[in-house]
C-alpha cells in the first residue's frame, strides 16, 4: 500500500472516531431534553462508528500499513430540535459518504484490489445510514413538534 492510500485510510479511521464523537454530543443534547429513545439510537450510532474505525484500523494494520492517531475538533454540543439533531446527523453522513467515494478513487487509482475490497462493505453501508437518517427526518417532519408524536418517535428509536 503506497503512503497516499495509507494517509487517507488514516484520514478516515480518525474521522470515523470523529463520528462517533459528535454522536455522542447529539446523543448528550437529546438525554438532556429527556429523549432517551433518541439518546439511546444515537450512542448506538457512536458505537457503530468506532466499530467501522476499528475496521480500518484492522485493515491498516493488515496491510502493513501504521495506524496514526490525531487530535479531534470539539462537536456541536446544543441543537434547537431533534429535527435539527437528526438533519445534521443527515449531513454528517454524507459527509462520509463522499469522503468512502474518495477512498475508492484513492484505491482504484491506486490499483490496491485489496482496499477496493474493503471498501465495498462502506459503500453499502453508507446508503443504509443515509437511508435510516432520512426516514427519521420525515417522521420528525411529520410530528410537527407534537408531543404524543415525538414520543412516538423516541419510543421507536430507543427500541434500536
Known amino acids: ?6 494517509a487517507a485510510l488514516n484520514d478516515q479511521f480518525n474521522f470515523e472516531l470523529l463520528s ?3 454522536y455522542l454530543a447529539m446523543a448528550a443534547y437529546c438525554e438532556s431534553e429527556n429523549m432517551r429513545g433518541m439518546s439511546h439510537f444515537l450512542v448506538e450510532q457512536a458505537k457503530e462508528e468506532y ?3 476499528m475496521k480500518f484500523y484492522g485493515f491498516i ?23 435539527e439533531v437528526f438533519e445534521a446527523a443527515l449531513e454528517h453522513e454524507k459527509l462520509v459518504t463522499s469522503r468512502i467515494y474518495n477512498l475508492v ?22 446508503v443504509e445510514e443515509e437511508n435510516n437518517m432520512k ?12 408531543f404524543h408524536g415525538l414520543m412516538m418517535i423516541d419510543k421507536e428509536l430507543g427500541a434500536r
Open 135 to 146: 426516514d427519521i427526518i420525515f417522521k420528525l417532519k411529520g410530528v410537527q413538534h407534537q
Open 20 to 22: 462517533g464523537y459528535y
Open 105 to 126: 478513487d484513492i484505491a482504484t487509482e491506486e490499483k490496491c484490489y485489496p482496499a477496493i475490497q474493503f471498501l465495498q462493505w462502506f459503500v453499502e453501508e453508507q
Open 1 to 6: 500500500m503506497n503512503e497516499k492510500l495509507l
Open 51 to 53: 466499530e467501522h474505525a
Open 61 to 83: 494494520n493488515d496491510m502493513d500499513g501504521r495506524v496514526t492517531m490525531k487530535s479531534m475538533t470539539e462537536p456541536k454540543n446544543d441543537y434547537g430540535s431533534f429535527l
